[in-house]
């Protein structure tokens, strides 16, 4: 088999990336290890920036997620019982955010492929990738793998490395080529898909004494809730009577406001952590999402982090193919880092304010409070948070 890029990985990078090479002419093959039905019922974050929504609109890919996606003009913070809501439409002048699951992103992304003749396959097994280290110019990038049980390899000009956190391709780099920064929080996320009407028209962030809530929606239906727990917390010593009673408290509010329950469609706990390699490229490789870094999920900011690398990764390899210059290709990861460096900051610092640590103290919490209040107080603050929570401007 033969393409010019070989992308490995059928998440949100990986299908964006192949969608914009093929609107440039330029061909890619996509392979996945998951079954597509798995890859399009996997539930994942839902909140998607105002330069998402436009690039996928503006490329043809947007014509559900315009009817269906909800369109959130604000985000509420809830301390002390209050509620604040920032408005984004004032605050960076008429910006939102729209709330469309991962996986329908990924399900149109696929569909889209797939009509235009593009080639997607799904549960290949044993990939591995060759020749990337440009080293021998006359042998070109490899990716072997296996498909029905069948060694296949496909040789490509290039390979793009978006199969997430545990993928392959990030582990291929010889030694000593990658510096990793990271963090991990002494927390994760137990979160719930709920058949239930959300509660609030739009997002609600809430810091509370016993730990931080989120209460988020999939549709007019369907409610996505989260509370912070231990980070190896056992999905299995919380019933879903005792989610909604720690909902129930950590979202609780003076004002008057119900949290509407209902049966809980699915329920897990996911670990958080920040992590970024540099440099995200090396020789004919190229690092591209959750491959390459990872945010913690305040602030949702995983899926247009990966769709803004793919963005720079396509825009510089059209740029090689039509003038046969490599200046963009050789700045990728340099461009990438300086927003992937910006939101590993705001997503910290989202999640800094809203949690609570074992390790800090009174003083800490006094601090946190005070933050969100300066935060809700202050025109400047509130648009900071504002201008990173609908997206910095794409490159
Ligand atoms: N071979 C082929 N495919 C693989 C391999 C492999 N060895 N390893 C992993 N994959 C696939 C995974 O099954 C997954 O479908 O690569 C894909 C990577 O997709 P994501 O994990 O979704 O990562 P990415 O596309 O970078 O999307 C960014 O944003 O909301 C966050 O973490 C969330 O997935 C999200 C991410
Ligand atoms: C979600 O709806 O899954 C979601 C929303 C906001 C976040 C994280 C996740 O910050």
Not at 142 to 169: Q, T
Not at 181 to 193: A, E
Not at 232 to 251: F, G, S, T, Y
């Amino acid at each position: 088999m033969r393409t010019q890029v070989g992308i490995i990985g059928a998440g949100p990078a990986g299908l964006v990336l192949s969608h914009l090479l093929h609107l440039h002419g330029i061909e890619s093959v996509v392979l996945e290890n998951r079954s597509r039905q798995y890859v399009q019922e996997r539930v994942r974050a839902g909140v998607l920036e105002q330069g998402t929504v436009d690039l996928l609109k503006e490329t043809g890919v947007g014509e559900r997620l315009q009817r269906e996606g909800l369109v959130h003009y604000g985000v509420n913070l809830r301390f002390g019982r209050r509620t604040h809501r920032i408005d984004f439409a004032d605050l960076t002048g008429g910006k939102a955010v729209t709330i469309y699951a991962q996986h329908e992103v990924v399900k149109d992304l696929t569909d889209a492929r797939l009509a235009a003749g593009g080639q997607v396959h799904f549960e290949v097994a044993d990939t591995s990738i060759h020749n990337f280290d440009n080293s021998n110019r006359t042998s070109k990038p490899a990716i072997r793998f296996r498909k029905d049980g069948e060694p296949l390899e496909l040789v490509c000009d290039f390979v793009a490395g978006c199969d997430g956190y545990h993928g392959i391709c990030r582990p291929s780099l010889p030694e000593g080529i990658l510096t990793t920064f990271d963090r991990v929080y002494p927390f994760g996320w137990l979160g719930i898909l709920a058949e239930a009407p959300p509660s609030s028209e739009e997002l609600i962030y809430a810091y509370h004494e016993r730990g931080f809530a989120l209460l988020s929606m999939r549709s007019p239906h369907i409610g996505r809730l989260y509370l912070q727990c231990r980070p190896d917390e056992d999905i299995l010593n919380w019933p879903d009577a005792k989610i909604w009673q720690e909902l129930q408290v950590r979202l609780a509010a003076e004002e008057k406001w119900k949290l509407v329950e209902g049966p809980v469609l699915q329920k897990g706990v996911t670990g958080m952590r920040s992590f970024v390699v540099e440099p995200m490229q090396y020789g004919n490789l190229f690092l591209a999402g959750d491959a390459a870094h990872i945010v913690p999920p305040t602030g949702a900011k995983g899926l247009n982090l990966a769709v803004a690398d793919v963005r720079i990764l396509a825009r510089a390899l059209a740029d090689f193919y039509s003038t046969g210059r490599r200046d963009l290709l050789h700045a990728y990861s340099e461009t990438c880092l300086r927003r992937v460096w910006k939101v590993q900051r705001f997503s910290w610092w989202m999640t800094s304010m809203l949690h609570r640590f074992d390790n800090e103290n009174a003083f800490d919490h006094r601090r946190q409070l005070a933050e969100l209040d300066y935060l809700t107080s202050s025109r400047a603050a509130a648009q900071s948070l504002a201008e990173n929570y609908v997206g910095l401007p794409l490159e």
